[in-house]
């Protein structure tokens, strides 16, 4: 502790000779502040070492020179905290890392010692190293205040095992003739909901479907709805939530494994277009005049949430709903929406909407934004029946053909996004199986245990997929 208090008192004697020598007859009026914070965080070139196998097979490095400058770094001021959500690849140097370092009113820049409390200055020539969280402290430039933040720069640690599939089911009929198809899971258990051409939507048992022999036997349908309710469903992972008319369905799985349903009447539904998640005991909607609504006393009374974009911008269509937890903060959790709009009001759309919003343990209120209006560099192609779904911690995405002005080929490729949505690549661990079929209706989800599952239109396919493969045969 002495060696902190006397580095930091050399530092303000420093700053007070400086300050000293400034007040001259050319500098009267000049004003030192006392605010000060970090306002960027930029790293520069970050070499990658990546292991592979000669003609031979023996084992060999090469390195790789990556722009650190396309890792963004998001700095949060209330916590002070400053981390990338898109993790550096496996091999990445985080021993010996350039950055440059931006504050607020030209504060000094420091940084601690990783064995004491010792600080120097952060130069944009001299390599640090952030194998392990470091401290920052930043010294307002009237060297009365300073500020303090720890850095976290993550590094993936290995590459992760590519998705197993198992066909579960080749030919159910009831997938095969729906017109339009949504999933949702309710902890380990999984629903699909499909359209029928009587106007009517199936609730369907996956499990139950994928455990049984016969495609006629109608004992894995759990309930029937009047009219579509295919873009009114949402789940938080223990209650399921569907809208029907004034009518709101809730239904929960008991540790016994039985599905329970209840249904509450005269809701006041009539203003609700689409559900679009649930968390916190909130059921989220979209309400006819185009903004994002929330209940918490099952839908007797809706409320409007706070957005930073325009409402327009907001999907109504083919919506996934996603809560993930932060990266370097359990105590948050991020709520994600990926969809489309409506192609007939906006027919010119390339990408897909994606809005998130972040709720604390505290449930303080923040607004949703719209993520690829400013962060995405590789947003995701605008394709019908979109579906996303969270798998570890990596979202994907698969739809049919590119609809709008988005020309992408029907289940080209599985996106992945590694940074919460903001972009969307391709991944080697994520294909489509062999002998998947499916026309433009498809839906997908993952249930609690990371497996994701697709329902196919016209084939009637169910696949299952997971990381790694299984440890033994499903059902």
Same mark, same amino acid.
């Given at each position: 502790?002495?060696?902190?208090?006397?580095?930091?008192?050399?530092?303000?004697?420093?700053?007070?000779?400086?300050?000293?020598?400034?007040?001259?007859?050319?500098?009267?009026?000049?004003?030192?502040?006392?605010?000060?914070?970090?306002?960027?965080?930029?790293?520069?070139?970050?070499?990658?070492?990546?292991?592979?196998?000669?003609?031979?097979?023996?084992?060999?490095?090469?390195?790789?020179?990556?722009?650190?400058?396309?890792?963004?770094?998001?700095?949060?001021?209330?916590?002070?905290?400053?981390?990338?959500?898109?993790?550096?690849?496996?091999?990445?140097?985080?021993?010996?890392?350039?950055?440059?370092?931006?504050?607020?009113?030209?504060?000094?820049?420091?940084?601690?010692?990783?064995?004491?409390?010792?600080?120097?200055?952060?130069?944009?020539?001299?390599?640090?190293?952030?194998?392990?969280?470091?401290?920052?402290?930043?010294?307002?430039?009237?060297?009365?205040?300073?500020?303090?933040?720890?850095?976290?720069?993550?590094?993936?640690?290995?590459?992760?095992?590519?998705?197993?599939?198992?066909?579960?089911?080749?030919?159910?009929?009831?997938?095969?003739?729906?017109?339009?198809?949504?999933?949702?899971?309710?902890?380990?258990?999984?629903?699909?909901?499909?359209?029928?051409?009587?106007?009517?939507?199936?609730?369907?048992?996956?499990?139950?479907?994928?455990?049984?022999?016969?495609?006629?036997?109608?004992?894995?349908?759990?309930?029937?709805?009047?009219?579509?309710?295919?873009?009114?469903?949402?789940?938080?992972?223990?209650?399921?939530?569907?809208?029907?008319?004034?009518?709101?369905?809730?239904?929960?799985?008991?540790?016994?494994?039985?599905?329970?349903?209840?249904?509450?009447?005269?809701?006041?539904?009539?203003?609700?277009?689409?559900?679009?998640?649930?968390?916190?005991?909130?059921?989220?909607?979209?309400?006819?005049?185009?903004?994002?609504?929330?209940?918490?006393?099952?839908?007797?009374?809706?409320?409007?949430?706070?957005?930073?974009?325009?409402?327009?911008?907001?999907?109504?269509?083919?919506?996934?709903?996603?809560?993930?937890?932060?990266?370097?903060?359990?105590?948050?959790?991020?709520?994600?929406?990926?969809?489309?709009? +409506? *192609?007939? /009001?906006?027919?010119? &759309?390339?990408?897909? @909407?994606? =809005?998130?919003?972040?709720?604390?343990?505290?449930?303080?209120?923040?607004?949703?934004?719209?993520?690829?209006?400013?962060?995405?560099?590789?947003?995701?192609?605008?394709?019908?029946?979109?579906?996303?779904?969270?798998?570890?911690?990596?979202?994907?995405?698969?739809?049919?053909?590119?609809?709008?002005?988005?020309?992408?080929?029907?289940?080209?490729?599985?996106?992945?996004?590694?940074?919460?949505?903001?972009?969307?690549?391709?991944?080697?661990?994520?294909?489509?199986?062999?002998?998947?079929?499916?026309? +433009? *209706?498809? /839906?997908?989800?993952? &249930?609690?245990?990371? @497996?994701? =599952?697709?329902?196919?239109?016209?084939?009637?396919?169910?696949?299952?997929?997971?990381?790694?493969?299984?440890?033994?045969?499903?059902?």
């Amino acid at each position: 502790m002495k060696r902190i208090v006397l580095s930091f008192a050399i530092l303000l004697s420093a700053l007070s000779l400086c300050t000293s020598c400034l007040k001259s007859d050319d500098d009267k009026g000049v004003t030192y502040s006392d605010d000060t914070a970090v306002t960027s965080f930029v790293l520069g070139n970050v070499n990658q070492y990546v292991h592979t196998l000669s003609k031979s097979g023996a084992d060999s490095v090469y390195k790789k020179v990556l722009v650190g400058s396309n890792y963004k770094f998001y700095i949060d001021q209330l916590k002070h905290e400053i981390y990338n959500a898109d993790s550096l690849p496996v091999g990445c140097d985080a021993k010996h890392l350039l950055c440059t370092i931006a504050s607020k009113n030209s504060g000094t820049v420091l940084i601690m010692n990783i064995d004491n409390d010792s600080l120097k200055y952060v130069s944009e020539t001299d390599s640090l190293d952030f194998s392990v969280p470091r401290t920052l402290r930043v010294v307002s430039n009237s060297g009365n205040k300073y500020r303090d933040y720890t850095v976290r720069v993550n590094v993936k640690q290995q590459e992760g095992e590519p998705v197993v599939w198992q066909q579960m089911v080749r030919n159910n009929e009831r997938l095969a003739q729906a017109s339009r198809l949504r999933m949702a899971s309710l902890g380990s258990r999984v629903f699909a909901f499909g359209l029928e051409a009587d106007g009517q939507t199936f609730m369907m048992d996956v499990l139950r479907a994928s455990a049984g022999t016969s495609t006629a036997n109608d004992s894995y349908v759990t309930a029937r709805f009047e009219g579509d309710v295919t873009g009114k469903i949402a789940s938080d992972g223990k209650k399921l939530f569907v809208v029907e008319g004034n009518k709101l369905h809730i239904f929960e799985s008991a540790e016994s494994g039985a599905l329970t349903h209840n249904t509450l009447t005269e809701r006041n539904n009539e203003g609700v277009v689409c559900l679009v998640g649930a968390c916190n005991n909130n059921i989220l909607a979209i309400s006819t005049d185009g903004n994002l609504i929330a209940s918490d006393d099952y839908g007797l009374t809706w409320t409007a949430e706070m957005t930073d974009n325009d409402t327009r911008l907001l999907p109504t269509e083919d919506i996934s709903s996603l809560t993930i937890t932060s990266r370097t903060n359990t105590d948050v959790l991020q709520l994600l929406l990926v969809g489309n709009r +409506n *192609v007939t /009001a906006y027919p010119t &759309d390339e990408t897909a @909407q994606v =809005w998130c919003k972040k709720v604390d343990a505290a449930d303080v209120l923040s607004p949703w934004y719209a993520i690829n209006q400013t962060e995405s560099t590789c947003p995701l192609p605008r394709l019908q029946s979109l579906s996303a779904a969270l798998c570890g911690d990596l979202i994907v995405a698969v739809g049919g053909k590119g609809i709008g002005g988005c020309n992408v080929d029907a289940f080209s490729k599985i996106f992945v996004s590694e940074d919460g949505g903001i972009n969307w690549k391709s991944n080697s661990n994520f294909v489509l199986p062999a002998g998947f079929v499916s026309n +433009n *209706v498809f /839906a997908m989800t993952a &249930d609690n245990a990371g @497996q994701l =599952w697709m329902v196919c239109g016209e084939s009637g396919q169910i696949w299952c997929g997971k990381q790694g493969g299984f440890t033994q045969t499903q059902n």
